[in-house]
T-cell receptor, first 118, second 110 residues
Framework: ETGVTQTPRHLVMGMTNKKSLKCEQHLGHNAMYWYKQSAKKPLELMFVYSLEERVENNSVPSRFSPECPNSSHLFLHLHTLQPEDSALYLC?????????????????FGAGSRLTVL | QKEVEQNSGPLSVPEGAIASLNCTYSDRGSQSFFWYRQYSGKSPELIMFIYSNGDKEDGRFTAQLNKASQYVSLLIRDSQPSDSATYLCAVMTRWGKLQFGAGTQVVVTP
């Protein structure tokens, strides 16, 4: 496996379900991200983990719960979601370094998990 | 004011012509700038990045950066039907946040 892999690719869940999205990166990167992509809207950063420590949480509702057990794996646990949470959830990784270094902050995205909440 | 603005399109471009995409940003202290391409139903993939004022060329793609005017553009020369996609502009702000625009849809017509 190479790059960033996400599972499942598609998920349909009811508002009372509990599910998890999984992301795995095979690039040796030290930072991982969850983004939400809704139609015609900019990518919304949800969470950032750097060296397995959460460094950013952009006021995301508590019904989304991230977990980063190691530098290669990232999860997004979902519970009691709302229909407006239906979107494409993208995982990404990068190799963080000092600002100005060529290639810094270049994100490699996974294929995404298309979530539909009924 | 949106932090990163792009025309949503669609931008219709005849095959073989030049596609010109523009992006403006609000944080004057932004450090680095990225263009991603996203095919329908696929994830974004990096086309190129630029840090310094001026032009940067990579194959058929040229990124242009003007920090004084706070805009970055992407030119696609000799446009091909395979270039039909949504192009996302991303800006790294001075606070280390990567902000994305909503994207410009490009349609290359044979």
């Amino acid at each position: 496996e190479t790059g960033v892999t996400q599972t499942p690719r598609h998920l349909v869940m009811g508002m009372t379900n509990k599910k998890s999205l999984k992301c795995e990166q095979h690039l040796g990167h030290n930072a991982m991200y969850w983004y939400k992509q809704s139609a015609k809207k900019p990518l919304e950063l949800m969470f950032v983990y750097s060296l397995e420590e959460r460094v950013e949480n952009n006021s995301v509702p508590s019904r989304f719960s991230p977990e980063c057990p190691n530098s290669s794996h990232l999860f997004l646990h979902l519970h009691t979601l709302q229909p407006e949470d239906s979107a494409l959830y993208l995982c990404a990784s990068s190799q963080e370094s000092d600002m100005g270094t060529s290639g810094a902050n270049v994100l490699t995205f996974g294929a995404g998990s298309r979530l539909t909440v009924l | 004011q949106k932090e990163v603005e792009q025309n949503s399109g669609p931008l219709s471009v005849p095959e073989g012509a030049i596609a010109s995409l523009n992006c403006t940003y609000s944080d004057r202290g932004s450090q680095s700038f990225f263009w991603y391409r996203q095919y329908s139903g696929k994830s974004p993939e990096l086309i190129m990045f630029i840090y310094s004022n001026g032009d940067k060329e990579d194959g058929r793609f040229t990124a242009q950066l003007n920090k004084a005017s706070q805009y970055v553009s992407l030119l696609i020369r000799d446009s091909q039907p395979s270039d039909s996609a949504t192009y996302l502009c991303a800006v790294m702000t001075r606070w280390g946040k990567l902000q994305f625009g909503a994207g410009t849809q490009v349609v290359v017509t044979p």
